[in-house]
Nanobody, 122 residues
Framework: QVQLVESGGGLVQAGGSLRLSCAASGRTFSTYAMGWFRQAPGKEREFVATISRSGGTTYYADFVKGRFTIARDNAKNTVYLQMNSLKPEDTAVYYC???????????????WGQGTQVTVSS
């Protein structure tokens, strides 16, 4: 069982930055591929970014490429999402997710965090 706890959301003006963090419980963090997804009001949850178990490979949705960066620190059991040049359309609840022995760009998570709200004002 893995528990994921996100933090770092909030209200920011367009063009601003936020850094989300996701702390994972357990001693086997490095066996999980990690990712960030988001869900805006009235829309389905969508893929934002994923990172391989070692942190050596990252994948991004086209709408965040060049603006967001996903990273992980396996010693701290934490994955991050640095979000720059934020736009009002980035407003959503952002969820951290984990996939045991996950690989590649897209996978169905085994675990979800509770989500953190990001609101970008125009």
């Amino acid at each position: 069982q893995v528990q994921l706890v996100e933090s770092g959301g909030g209200l920011v003006q367009a063009g601003g930055s936020l850094r989300l963090s996701c702390a994972a419980s357990g001693r086997t963090f490095s066996t999980y591929a990690m990712g960030w997804f988001r869900q805006a009001p009235g829309k389905e949850r969508e893929f934002v970014a994923t990172i391989s178990r070692s942190g050596g490979t990252t994948y991004y949705a086209d709408f965040v490429k060049g603006r967001f960066t996903i990273a992980r620190d396996n010693a701290k059991n934490t994955v991050y999402l640095q979000m720059n040049s934020l736009k009002p359309e980035d407003t959503a609840v952002y969820y951290c997710a984990a996939k045991y022995l996950g690989a590649g760009r897209s996978w169905v998570p085994d675990y979800w965090g509770q989500g953190t709200q990001v609101t970008v004002s125009s």
